[in-house]
């Protein structure tokens, strides 16, 4: 989750897990990565836009995608420079930022935890 002036940059997906929904630049860590490192490097290669002051959000035991089961950690952090560009248009439309407050729908279903964590705290999900 990347933020900007009280904003949150946001994509919608074309692959078939949550084709047509929202979500935040992300990814599967690489081995001997640090989940920081796995971070900005997964901004870098979407969006081209550097990031700092990486901290966790929240762990998800995500079991929405059935009978696939995954691990969710969401990590949070601030822009620091660059500009949203399409990457990956195999993987993703334009980046655009969006208001906390008026997120476009549908989003990817593990951001509405984040989101969640984000404005209460809470930092654990079984679901």
Known sequence: MVLRDGKVLLSKRKGNLGKGEYCWPGGKMEYGESFEDCARREVREETGMEIKNVRFLRLMNLKHFAPKQFVDIELISDWE?????????DKFEDWNWYDLEKLPEPLFYPQYSSIEAYKTGKNYFDN
């Open 81 to 89: 420079s660059g500009e949203a560009k399409l990457m990956e248009p």
